[in-house]
């Protein structure tokens, strides 16, 4: 079964501070995503990646980065925290070529005060 | 822009009760799939859908694929606890891209 594993299933962290979110996967997925979830509107694309090094924005790239140095691994970066990045974060993966099956890992809760 | 529009919301039905979602885009697909979020866990990918006026069956769930390639249904017959969650379909507009753009979700409860 592919397995992907988010760092922190809950993070708090402060308006202004550099937030890091990692993710892993171990089915050496080619392409990986970051989602944010927030109630009512469904999951948003915020950045992603089909290689390494390679990355793509998606719909709501804005205050975000992303970082994926090795094939197994994906960043997301909040350069300056706001409250309004509060959400549910999510992370896929899935093989390359006509889109397949998404495999998600549990997600972060992140709360910025 | 590209827009999923998924109706209803949210859904209340007694067990035994069938339950349909429709997913409607203003853009003809590529694919579309579809996938469950049980209440605190993650989306897990449950069909894929590619042809013209495809039908899927899995068990209770039966899924298809408008003749236009602009809409989508998941139907689930005589719904049990087990059902309850959110259902999102996820489309994909082809091209070189992998991305798939999600629908807002549907919310189905399930009263014993």
């Known amino acids: 079964d592919v397995k992907v594993t988010q760092s922190s299933r809950y993070l708090v962290k402060r308006t202004g501070e550099k937030v890091f979110l990692e993710c892993v996967q171990d089915?050496?997925?080619?392409?990986m995503f970051w989602y944010r979830q927030d109630p009512g509107l469904g999951l948003r694309l915020i950045y992603f990646s089909y290689d390494v090094k390679m990355k793509e924005k998606g719909d709501i790239p804005e205050g975000y980065s992303v970082s994926r140095e090795k094939k197994e691994r994906f960043s997301l970066i909040l350069e300056s925290a706001s409250t309004n990045q509060t959400s549910m974060y999510l992370c896929?993966?899935?093989?390359?070529?006509?889109?397949?099956?998404?495999?998600f890992g549990d997600g972060t809760r992140l709360s910025i005060l | 822009g590209q827009q999923v529009m998924q109706i209803p919301q949210y859904q209340h039905v007694q067990e035994g009760e069938d339950f349909t979602t429709y997913c409607n885009s203003s853009?003809?697909?590529?694919?579309i799939q579809w996938y469950k979020q049980r209440p605190g866990g993650h989306p897990v990918f449950l069909i894929q859908l590619v042809k013209s006026g495809e039908v899927k069956k899995q068990k209770r769930l039966t899924f298809q694929f408008g003749e236009a390639k602009k809409n989508s249904s998941l139907h689930i017959t005589a719904t049990q606890t087990t059902d309850v969650g959110t259902y999102f379909c996820?489309?994909?507009?082809?091209?070189?891209?992998?991305?798939?753009?999600f629908g807002t979700g549907t919310l189905l409860a399930v009263q014993p």
């Open positions: 853009t003809t697909l590529s694919n």
């Open positions: 089915m050496d997925h080619e392409n």
């Open positions: 896929a993966s899935s093989l390359l070529g006509s889109p397949g099956p998404q495999h």
């Open positions: 996820a489309v994909n507009y082809g091209g070189a891209t992998n991305k798939l753009i």
